[in-house]
T-cell receptor, first 114, second 114 residues
Framework: SQELEQSPQSLIVQEGKNLTINCTSS?????LYWYKQKYGEGLIFLMMLQKGGEEKSHEKITAKLDEKKQQSSLHITASQPSHAGIYLC??????????????FGQGTILTVHP | NAGVTQTPKFQVLKTGQSMTLQCAQD?????MYWYRQDPGMGLRLIYY???????DKGEVPNGYNVSRLNKREFSLRLESAAPSQTSVYFC?????????????FGDGTRLSIL
């Protein structure tokens, strides 16, 4: 089965610092989704990447998918306390009949100190 | 616009009791999903329904049953609850399993089994 490995597992940064979270797959991906979760709440969709080499940005968050479609990174520029939470990557493997059956990484807990 | 609504938000059960977790979406989505989230393990798919009238097993279906009551509602049933089923349960929906659209999540049901 496909596995997604996120790193780091947790991250503590000072407000204003840049940071990167990585998500690595053991298989080629059909689609890669980034979500943010605040404690006690559901998952909020951030971005979806599908093409090798694709990069998307929203406000201060940029996500990239490598050319081989096996690794994605999420970069936050000039972090703010509002960025704190758990970031999860979810993915569908390429091929087969697994459409819609997302596998998730274990999550990265981000703390931003004012 | 409510999105995905889960009830109840919290529940405590005794081992052996049964209960049904309810999920409803108002986005006219065809596909619906049930996940469980455990510390350090990300989200794992329990069951999903690609469309009204169909259900399929996910990664961890043992001990659960589901019913796709209509297009809007997808319920998860624990027939005889076990302590290993203590978890946070999330329901999600998407336009369909083949689209390049993300899954939208509810706020979760926190279930403790004593």
């Amino acid at each position: 089965s496909q596995e997604l490995e996120q790193s780091p597992q947790s991250l503590i940064v000072q407000e204003g610092k840049n940071l990167t979270i990585n998500c690595t797959s053991s298989k080629t991906l059909y689609g890669l989704y980034w979500y943010k979760q605040k404690y006690g709440e559901g998952l909020i969709f951030l971005m979806m990447l599908q093409k090798g080499g694709e990069e998307k940005s929203h406000e201060k968050i940029t996500a990239k998918l490598d050319e081989k479609k096996q690794q994605s990174s999420l970069h936050i520029t000039a972090s703010q306390p509002s960025h704190a939470g758990i970031y999860l990557c979810g993915a569908e493997p390429a091929g087969g009949t697994s459409y819609g059956k997302l596998t998730f990484g274990q999550g990265t807990i981000l703390t931003v100190h004012p | 616009n409510a999105g995905v609504t889960q009830t109840p938000k919290f529940q405590v059960l005794k081992t052996g009791q049964s209960m049904t977790l309810q999920c409803a979406q108002d986005m006219n989505h065809n596909s619906m999903y049930w996940y469980r989230q455990d510390p350090g393990m990300g989200l794992r798919l329990i069951y999903y329904s690609a469309s009204e009238g169909t259900t399929d097993k996910g990664e961890v279906p043992n001990g659960y049953n589901v019913s796709r009551l209509n297009k809007r509602e997808f319920s998860l049933r624990l027939e005889s609850a076990a302590p290993s089923q203590t978890s946070v349960y999330f329901c999600a929906s998407s336009i369909n399993r083949y689209s390049n659209q993300p899954q939208h999540f509810g706020d979760g049901t926190r279930l403790s089994i004593l």
